[in-house]
């Protein structure tokens, strides 16, 4: 038997999951969620990109579980939410893993053909300097893979099957055999940053801070371009803008930063050959909708006393 949830959506969702949780529940969403006087009643928190911590949920005595629209976890404060006796889960996976991916590869795309600069050549009146230009290939070039999640693995598959390029990945999390089934070669962080492009697909944890700082860049080749998609603070960006700026590497593009939205006077934002998006990678029609769908998946299982497939702390359930 199912009960009926108060559910806080705390990020916009695709409405066709706003209108499934509400088909069943009770809604708190919008700007004015704060504000709402059942706010203390919520037993279901549905978030996307925003922090959320103790200082929220601290004081929803009801909550049973956390419900993030997406796959990284580390803008929630899961310890305390553990502590709390608070369910986290995700939405990995689906359509979503699909359009970050396609995302990724339109970066390194747009970075190999130069985009932006032909775009500019066509507008400035600039016509003539094509003569001297000499773009990039993706089909045929050396991939590095950091991480071989989901959404790596569609890169892969991409990169692979769709340009002829030579996969390699690095994950040493995932076995040597998975990584040669699904079409790349294993390799470590050293054989990946020795490729012609490098795209991030590792979450965010303490691990993984800064894994990408002055020393790897500089293993890089001048050559090089590097692709995150996943999340900001694992390059670190103040020795990215350096590399960028002193030709170390010849091209990054950014999707995701450690602050967000980054500030007015960011290093990255003066280089040309740096391409940059607001955390919109996966932001797509189907990925957006699938993601949502899934969400409300999420919190059916929950009001049934279930436990969530994709529970991230199980020692809270009971």
């Not at 803008?75 to 608070?86: D, H, L, Y």
């Not at 892969?156 to 040597?176: L, T």
């Not at 790349?184 to 020795?194: I, N, S």
């Not at 290093?267 to 932001?283: D, E, I, M, Q």
């Amino acid at each position: 038997m199912s009960s009926r949830e108060l559910v806080c959506i705390i990020d916009p969702i695709h409405s066709a999951g706003v209108e499934r949780i509400a088909a069943g529940h009770d809604v708190i969403a919008g700007e004015g969620w704060r504000d709402d006087p059942r706010l203390a009643e919520t037993s279901v928190i549905v978030i996307r990109t925003s922090p959320l911590g103790p200082d929220i949920f601290g004081a929803m005595p009801r909550l049973k579980a956390i419900v993030k629209h997406g796959a990284g976890v580390d803008n929630i404060a899961i310890p305390a939410a553990t502590a709390q006796g608070v369910m986290v889960a995700n939405t990995p996976g689906g359509n979503n893993s699909t359009a970050v991916a396609e995302g990724a590869v339109s970066m390194m795309l747009a970075l190999l053909r130069r985009s932006r600069d032909m775009d500019a050549l066509v507008r400035e009146n600039r016509w003539d300097e094509r003569w001297g230009i000499r773009l990039g290939d993706l089909t045929g070039t050396k991939v590095g893979l950091i991480g071989f999640g989901r959404i790596a693995r569609v890169v892969a598959r991409i990169c692979g099957a769709g340009f002829g390029a030579e996969v390699a990945a690095y994950d040493p999390m995932v076995p040597d055999e998975d990584i040669r089934a699904a079409c790349a070669e294993p390799t470590d962080l050293a054989g990946v940053l020795a490729r012609d492009v490098i795209s991030i697909h590792t979450p965010l944890t303490e691990g993984t801070r800064n894994l990408i700082d002055t020393v790897e860049l500089g293993m890089m080749r001048p050559h090089a371009i590097l692709v995150n998609c996943s999340r900001g603070g694992i390059i670190n960006e103040a020795a990215l803008a350096e590399a960028l700026r002193s030709g170390q590497i010849a091209g990054a593009g950014i999707d995701v930063f450690d602050a967000e939205p980054p500030p007015s006077n960011h290093p990255l934002f003066g280089l040309p050959n740096c391409l940059l998006s607001p955390h919109v990678a996966g932001v797509t029609e189907a990925g957006m909708k699938d993601m949502a769908l899934n969400v409300a998946a999420v919190i059916e299982a929950v009001s049934r006393g279930e436990r969530p497939a994709t529970l991230l702390n199980p020692e809270v359930f009971s």
